[in-house]
């Protein structure tokens, strides 16, 4: 399904295809055995980098960036630095940086955005 085809559903559609892909990526990282297969997506590359939300007309983007998790033991090897930046209609709104030190689980609470 292509951007335009999701923009083209109603409000609730679109919250529950965003609810989906968050329930698939939680599974993810702790059930899933960091598994590729279990992101919506498929792969981590295509999973992780940006969720736009059409909210009455106007876009709010979640944008993350970040290292690498050891997928044997869901750990941190090195230390890692996830910035997550909100923006609405093009404009910077927020922005989060979430540090992950070594040993550290990365648990969904850590990866829960919101917006305004």
């Known amino acids: 399904m292509t951007k335009e085809e999701v923009l ?3 409000k609730k559609f679109r919250y529950m295809l965003l609810s989906r892909m968050q329930s698939d990526c ?3 990282l702790n059930y899933g055995n960091r598994n590729p297969k279990r992101l919506w997506a498929g792969d981590e590359q295509l999973a992780v980098p940006s969720v736009t939300l059409s909210t009455e ?3 709010i983007e979640f ?3 970040g290292g690498v998790v050891d997928g044997d033991d ?3 090897n090195e230390p890692m630095h996830w910035v997550v930046v909100v923006r609405k209609n093009g404009k910077e709104i927020d922005r989060k940086t979430l540090t992950f030190e070594d040993g ?3 648990a969904t609470d850590d990866l829960k955005l919101y917006y305004k």
Do not use: F, L, R, T
Request: hydrophobic share 35%; aromatic share 12%; no cysteine.
């Open 8 to 10: 083209q559903h109603d």
């Open 26 to 28: 939680e599974y993810y």
């Open 57 to 59: 007309g106007s876009a």
């Open 63 to 65: 944008a993350v960036s």
């Open 74 to 76: 869901g750990a941190v």
């Open 104 to 106: 550290k689980e990365i």
